[in-house]
């Protein structure tokens, strides 16, 4: 690793938190569909839906709505990448005695400084909503884990179209289906009252076992083996993710 | 290990593909210390090709290429430390300001005083008045002076410019021009690649034609010349070129 990674780290850093704080909308972009969601899921749906607990359906819905927010902010990360490909300012940045791989790195941490404000302003919207957690402050702690486990791990997908797509569109169409993975999950109604196979599906893909951890912390329940398997899921796709990008990555450069 | 006296490149051999398509089939060719060297192609000879070697973004498939005495493939850094790279679309960061802009290369270049370093190519640029402006807001022209700003920080010994002039007008064409030339008196080495047969007659002390893969002539204007039939002698009434013309109309000293 060259011996200017971290100096440069910092000063790439300190550009793309400039970007983003020149067009706030990207933030407020990502913040505003998983909030409008929330409302309507609360203000239109809600009373219809059944999940089995007395507390209001903000607090259930809420683990899922995070994970949304995440799914659609780093479609942002992606733009951002895709925009210095395009631009030359990449290139430009690889023909320099800069180290290399600081270019990326910069991007993943914008990405995660810009979810994290996302997510702070969706939860700040779900208190005004009525949202409460008798979490503790390590219960509190081991979510923004989660949250930012779950951020990096989607960060890293998003690396790989932000490298190699085409066209702005193809940098971001990657982030759809993973914005409506939660729909198929525990995360706005509980799977047992779903059919079959989709009940199949939700039990066993990621959203689940993520969403009930960050509820069960929420609520104080225990997380049971749900915190383990979500950290497996989280882990597992960051490290594949990692490997893929860094490929993607290592073409493009040489 | 860098000899003055060594030519500043020095290219054999290079080759390289891009799957079916050949693109540099065997390219020769030095280039002189502090000289200006003009790499003339049509569109889709490989000029840019050629150049991301050079620059140490693309590895060549056959054939050595030594910059500033350092071999593009086993020393990029040191080659990464000698060169700057002007590419053929201006790669400025249009969210930053100028001068940010210029601030932001002499940071990633690990300089001291970056404001100060921004500040006198802004002046020497005639950026000053816009130097506070996003780089969105730039003029063609300026984009392209503030792109070759970027590529004069930290003084290096080599520059390579990708069509510095394509897509510009006529009077920015002249201000890119008159900044190449100031560069060649500094001393500094120039390799430049274009299209137009007039932008390398006036500014090249070495032209080479790269066409169909391969260098099929290189050496100085009046070289060139001669491998033309001796000229006629004609008499004919000197009419203004249609640039003569607009430049006149809009005040400018060719
Ligand atoms: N990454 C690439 N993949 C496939 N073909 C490419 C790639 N880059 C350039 N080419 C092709 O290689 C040829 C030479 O391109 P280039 O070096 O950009 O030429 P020039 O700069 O002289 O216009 C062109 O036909 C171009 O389409
Ligand atoms: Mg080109």
Redesign the interface.
């Known amino acids: 690793m ?1 011996k ?1 990674f971290f ?2 780290t910092t ?2 850093l300190g ?1 793309s938190l ?2 983003i704080t ?2 706030p909308d990207t933030i407020i972009t990502t913040a505003i569909m998983p909030i409008a969601m929330m409302l309507m899921f609360v203000y239109v749906f809600g009373g219809a839906i059944r999940t089995g607990s007395d507390s209001s359906y903000v607090n259930y819905m809420l683990p899922g709505i995070l994970l949304i927010t995440v799914a659609s902010g780093i479609a942002y990360t992606a733009y951002r990448l895709f925009m210095d490909m395009k ?3 990449f ?8 180290a290399r791989s600081s270019v990326l790195w910069a991007h993943v941490l914008t990405s995660l400084v810009a979810n994290l404000i996302s997510l702070v302003v969706v939860v700040l919207v779900a208190l005004l909503m009525g949202f409460r957690s008798g979490a503790g402050v390590p219960a509190w702690l081991a979510v923004a884990g989660i949250l930012i486990l779950f951020t990096l791990a989607l960060t890293w997908i998003a690396v790989i179209p932000g490298l190699s797509a085409k066209t702005m569109e193809g940098a971001s169409a990657f982030s759809y289906p993973l914005i409506f993975l939660p729909f198929l999950s525990s995360a706005f109604v509980p799977t047992a009252s779903m059919p079959g196979p989709v009940r199949f599906f939700a039990e066993h893909q990621p959203v689940t076992s993520i969403v009930n951890a960050i509820r069960a912390l929420f609520t104080g329940q225990p997380v049971g083996t749900d915190i383990w398997v979500a950290l497996a899921w989280c882990v597992g796709i960051l490290v594949v993710a990692y490997a893929f990008a860094m490929r993607t990555y290592r073409r493009k ?2 | 290990m860098t000899t003055q006296q060594a030519p500043a490149i020095q290219v054999h051999g290079l080759e390289k593909s891009y799957k079916e398509l050949h693109v540099l089939r065997g390219v020769d060719f030095e280039v002189a210390r502090g000289s200006i060297f003009a790499l003339l192609g049509s569109n889709g000879a490989g000029k840019t090709t050629a150049v991301k070697i050079l620059s140490t973004l693309l590895k060549p498939d056959a054939g050595t290429a030594r910059v500033n005495g350092f071999d593009v493939a086993t020393q990029a850094a040191n080659v990464r430390e000698s060169i700057s790279l002007t590419g053929q679309f201006a790669a400025v960061d249009e969210i930053l300001s100028g001068r940010e802009n210029l601030v932001l290369v002499a940071r990633l270049r690990h300089l001291k005083n970056p404001g100060r370093i921004a500040d006198e190519l802004l002046e020497r640029f005639s950026l000053t008045d816009a130097g506070g402006r996003k780089a969105a807001t730039y003029s063609g022209g300026m984009r392209r002076r503030l792109d070759i700003a970027m590529s004069l920080i930290g003084d290096p010994p080599i520059i390579f410019l990708d069509e510095p002039t394509t897509g510009l007008d006529p009077q920015a064409r002249i201000e890119v021009w008159q900044a190449v030339r100031e560069l060649a008196d500094r001393g500094t080495t120039v390799l430049l690649t274009t299209q137009y047969l007039d932008e390398a007659e006036q500014l090249a002390d070495r032209i080479a034609i790269l066409h169909e893969g391969r260098i099929i002539v290189n050496g100085t204007l009046d070289e060139l010349k001669q491998l033309l039939p001796p000229a006629k002698v004609e008499y004919v009434e000197k009419q203004p070129t249609l640039e003569d013309v607009f430049l006149t109309l809009v005040g400018t000293k060719a």
């Open positions: 060259s200017h100096g440069d000063v790439l550009r400039r970007h020149r067009s631009g030359g300012i290139e430009r940045f690889q023909s320099m005695p800069t450069i040489s």
